[in-house]
């Protein structure tokens, strides 16, 4: 029994992550990375505008631009159209694969009634569908391509905002890991691409560093940059040669790969919100159970699942299997373990030649092994 359970435990310990099924990770990795510049429009830097231009052609990369349709200061903002010089600009830039465009609110004004930081949060469903709608079919015919990614303003939404979305024809969403509406049946959550944001320039090695660490084999991450970070002073300030410099660091690295949402989303029809849901579950419920994962199980979770990262679909399934192997083979070496107890009390008492029978005491006599002798209460209390 004891060589058994010495078994048992040697295979947990040593052979756990080559013999069963769950438990190996995958090597190859392809890092999926998408540089997403939100407000380009009417009333961002032309200059900012140029500069993106000029640094995507020059390192031959691609970033996804979240595009304000129409400009909140103007009267009819519908009937103005944005500036002819950006229009060009973004229309060569997806002309020449170096740009992907995706729909950043409508003005990105302040027109929630629940929250100042929300353009569409509250707002009926027939709102919400119109000016999705409007300016989706504005910023197709500006850029000359297909629209079907929307990045809400300040990430605020609701689940009449994915409704409209759905309507006006928008199938993928940008938001925040935590910012999520709730409301939408199973199927309808399939039915959405969901890509969020993670981090932002200053932090996007760290985060590749960490989607590299997970073994997860096509991690996706994605960092958010504005135009007034070109602007501000300090230390969080992009400069041309910066950003070209940024590009050349990620094009170095052979398991990186700059690319788009529309790309990820053809790849990995697997990245949708129920997937997303699923993931911060899993998460919420691995932090809670940190420490018996990685003390009994071997299975760290804040590294194979990591924050700023949309693990695939098929590594968190991974993650899932490899928990509940280790946790079967746990609980059998449990069993194992009070069976060998069990076993080993028994004897002790087999040993002594002492059984209970309701309120009887017995002991083997000494000259046979069959015969039981009745032996009083009394005299067992006393030790005989």
């Known amino acids: 029994m004891l060589r058994y359970i010495k078994v048992v435990i040697i295979v947990f310990i040593f052979g756990g992550e080559t013999v069963f099924p769950g438990c190996v ?3 190859a990795q392809t890092i999926r990375v998408v540089l997403r510049c939100d407000d380009y429009g009417d009333l961002s830097s032309s200059r900012t505008a140029a500069l993106l231009d000029r640094v995507v052609r020059e390192c031959e990369a691609c970033m996804t631009l979240g595009v304000i349709p129409f400009n909140k200061r103007k009267a009819s903002p519908e009937d103005d159209p944005m500036n002819p010089y950006k229009v060009a600009l973004m229309r060569d830039g997806v002309r020449d694969g170096h740009f992907e465009i ?9 027109r929630s009634p629940l929250e100042y930081d929300s353009e569409f949060k509250g707002l009926p469903l027939e709102e919400q569908r119109r000016m999705l709608s409007a300016g989706r079919a504005a910023l197709e015919g500006m850029a000359g391509t297909d629209v079907r990614v929307f990045i809400p303003p300040w990430h605020s939404h609701d689940v009449n905002t994915l409704r409209a ?17 709730e409301g939408l049946s199973q199927s309808e959550l399939e ?18 560093e960490r989607a590299r ?7 996706v991450v994605t960092v958010l940059f504005h135009d007034y970070d070109f602007k501000q002073k300090g230390q969080k300030f992009i400069t041309e040669d910066w950003l070209r410099n940024l590009f050349q660091q990620l094009k170095a690295q052979g398991d990186v790969q700059v690319t788009t949402m529309a790309a990820i989303m053809e790849a990995s029809p697997g990245l949708t919100m129920a997937h997303l849901f699923d993931l911060n579950r899993t998460k919420q419920k691995m932090h809670k159970r940190a420490g018996f994962l990685r003390t009994f199980l071997r299975v760290d979770t804040p590294r194979l ?19 509940a192997v280790r946790l079967w083979i746990l609980t059998v070496l449990l069993l194992l373990l009070l069976s060998g107890v069990g076993f080993l009390l028994l004897r002790k008492i087999l040993a002594l030649g002492i059984w209970k029978k309701g309120n009887l005491f017995f002991r083997k006599d000494r000259n046979s092994s069959v015969i039981l002798t009745y032996v009083k209460e009394c005299d067992y209390e006393r030790g005989w």
């Open 165 to 181: 979305m759905r309507d006006a024809g928008l199938v993928g969403l940008s938001t925040e890991f935590g910012e999520l509406a």
């Open 213 to 219: 660490q997970s073994g997860d084999p096509a991690p």
């Open 25 to 27: 990770f995958a090597a």
């Open 191 to 208: 039915a959405f691409f969901c890509i969020p944001e993670g981090g932002d320039l200053w932090t996007i090695q760290t985060i590749i």
């Open 305 to 323: 699942l990591p924050e700023g990262v949309l693990s695939s679909p098929a590594h968190l399934r991974h993650i899932k299997r490899t928990i």
């Open 102 to 110: 995706a729909l950043h609110g409508y003005t990105h004004a302040h």
